[in-house]
């Protein structure tokens, strides 16, 4: 089974950037679209954002449009999150995730892989 570890985190001044890394074995990496899902207490997981293999087709969920970027990088399996002009709104504990396809509307219940997560926190 695929690996994905992420790192990151942290706890930052509203305004202020993060950026979270995602390390994937290769096998979970090559073929994946990789992602990243939140979840604050008391809420559902959402979908933040998504690309897929090869960097083709990029996804973000509508309240991080314009303040997050998602790249990915082959050469060391490992997917990104830039966040920036953060928000309280934007705590929660951000998932790395591996799915078969890349969609708007996909649903965590899709997901094959995750990772253990890593905590931000957005104090003002």
């Known amino acids: 089974q695929g690996q994905l570890v992420e790192s990151g985190g942290g706890s930052v001044q509203a305004g202020g950037s993060l950026r979270l890394s995602c390390v994937a074995s290769?096998?979970?990496?090559?073929?994946?679209?990789m992602g990243w899902f939140r979840q604050a207490p008391g809420k559902e997981r959402e979908m933040v954002a998504l690309?897929?293999?090869?960097?083709?087709?990029?996804y973000y969920g509508d309240s991080v449009k314009g303040r997050f970027t998602i790249s990915r990088e082959s050469a060391h399996n490992t997917v990104y999150l830039q966040m920036n002009s953060l928000t309280a709104d934007d705590t929660g504990m951000y998932y790395c995730?591996?799915?078969?396809?890349?969609?708007?509307?996909?649903?965590?219940?899709?997901?094959?892989?995750w990772g253990e997560g890593t905590q931000v926190t957005v104090y003002t």
């Open positions: 995730a591996a799915a078969p396809w890349c969609s708007t509307t996909i649903s965590p219940n899709v997901v094959q892989t």
């Open positions: 290769a096998h979970t990496f090559s073929d994946a679209c």
């Open positions: 690309i897929g293999p090869g960097g083709i087709g990029i």
